[in-house]
């Protein structure tokens, strides 16, 4: 089974940053020879629209590429993080509908990975799941019916502000029509689906991808002990219910040995983290380390990493592993090779009726048969000689 982890391209999204603004570079080794090598790289489609369904923008947005996020909101306060993350450009807008004012931030990307993580960054305690926008993820507005709208898709973060319940169903447009992304930076995290649902606190899951993005979103453990270095995947996870309250941490490192060193590092600094370190629980299964704080017992907290496996990994709902879109796309391509050739071999025969129906009426039109006897060449070879004669055997031959 195939794994996807979280390991940050930091290259591969450099590149992808340069590509969404328009400028000309100059190497260094080109400018010491004397020469002028000369890149040219093209813009990026705009991520908010001048206007989605009934909603039109009416002040012009600020938008920025390259690590900065535009400031005033929510997301002000996370610069370092979603910069963590991957982010790569971000754009803020206002639009009205029916007199009311909403003001939209969306953020960029390089991959899915780093969308998600910035998801569970911003997202707020009240929000509540919804699907009507056709998002990833999507959380609404609180009880009171006003607030905030955060939902992912592909590679971008939006958030919502100053939307009322009534809203929701009306941003599914902007949503529709946000950059897509191809190949494996469509590809979700598998890490936040091994969270247990029992006694999970909704809106308690936090992924990280680098140190910054792990203390804002309230790790436990210390930090500097996880090995950023070697690109781990940490999912962070709060419970709360008759057992007591537990936080689970999970971890996934791209190969065992390293997951073992850092399972030992978190086994030795477990009595400093205080609380009651004797029921702290920690378990490593190949690359992946569960470690378990809090006041469940410790029978309770055994119970809860030892539930949590690999195998648990499994492609479902919109995970699209790369094996399995290559054979999407195979099967999709010789479906249409098929129906091309039934509905090219079907013309061909309304053709051929059509023609010969045809020549048939205009035939008959005219007073003559509807078909004609078709004539055949022949070489006419009839016998020239006379057939040969055999004789008898009792008669005998004169020389």
Same mark, same amino acid.
């Given at each position: ?15 992808m ?11 260094p080794? &080109?400018? /010491?020879? %004397?020469?002028?090598? =000369?890149k040219?790289m093209?813009?990026? #489609? +705009?991520? @908010? $629209? ?50 009311r ?12 990975t ?10 707020q305690?009240?929000m509540?799941?919804g ?8 959380v609404g ?5 006003e ?25 599914k &447009?902007? /949503?529709? %029509?946000?950059?897509? =992304?191809?190949?494996?930076?469509e590809? #979700? +995290?598998l @890490? $936040?689906?091994?969270?247990p ?10 992924y990280?991808l ?5 203390a ?32 689970l941490?999970t971890l ?56 949590i496996?690999l ?12 094996f ?9 391509? @010789? ?16 053709l ?36 040969a ?7 005998v031959?004169?020389?």
């Amino acid at each position: 089974m195939d794994l996807v982890l979280g390991t940050r391209r930091s290259v591969a999204l450099a590149v992808m940053a340069a590509g969404l603004g328009l400028g000309l570079t100059v190497s260094p080794a &080109a400018k /010491a020879a %004397g020469q002028t090598s =000369v890149k040219l790289m093209e813009p990026g #489609a +705009p991520l @908010l $629209p001048e206007k989605f369904g009934e909603w039109k923008k009416v002040a012009p947005g600020g938008a920025v590429a390259g690590g900065a996020v535009a400031s005033g909101n929510v997301v002000a306060g996370n610069k370092d993080a979603l910069a963590e993350c991957g982010e790569l450009r971000s754009q803020v807008a206002e639009y009205s509908r029916g007199g009311r004012n909403v003001h939209i931030e969306a953020i960029e990307f390089g991959d899915r990975t780093g969308a998600t993580s910035a998801f569970t960054l911003l997202q707020q305690p009240g929000m509540t799941l919804g699907k009507e926008l056709g998002a990833s993820d999507a959380v609404g507005s609180g009880a009171n019916g006003e607030g905030a709208v955060l939902f992912t898709v592909g590679s971008a973060v939006v958030l919502v502000q100053g939307a009322t319940a009534t809203d929701f169903g009306t941003l599914k &447009a902007l /949503a529709e %029509g946000l950059p897509k =992304v191809p190949g494996n930076r469509e590809v #979700a +995290p598998l @890490l $936040p689906r091994l969270a247990p649902a029992k006694g999970l606190v909704a809106g308690s899951v936090r992924y990280a991808l680098g140190p910054v993005t792990y203390a804002a979103e309230g790790g436990v453990l210390p930090a500097a002990s996880l090995g950023w270095d070697k690109e781990p995947e940490v999912v962070t996870a709060r419970y709360d219910d008759a057992r007591g309250k537990e936080t689970l941490t999970t971890l996934l490192y791209p190969t065992p040995t390293i997951a073992g060193n850092v399972a030992k590092r978190i086994e030795a600094e477990l009595p400093q983290l205080g609380g009651n370190a004797a029921t702290a629980k920690v378990r490593r299964e190949g690359p992946l380390v569960v470690v378990a704080t809090g006041s469940f017992a410790g029978d309770e907290a055994q119970r809860m990493v030892e539930n949590i496996h690999l195998r648990e990994m499994t492609f479902n709902q919109d995970v699209q592993p790369t094996f399995h879109i290559a054979a999407l796309q195979t099967y999709s391509l @010789l479906t249409n090779i098929a129906i091309l050739s039934g509905v090219l071999m079907t013309g061909a025969v309304l053709l051929g009726l059509f023609l010969g129906v045809g020549r048939a009426t205009f035939r008959v039109m005219l007073g003559k048969p509807a078909a004609i006897e078709s004539e055949f060449l022949s070489l006419h070879l009839s016998p020239q000689n006379k057939p040969a004669q055999f004789h008898g055997t009792d008669r005998v031959e004169r020389s």
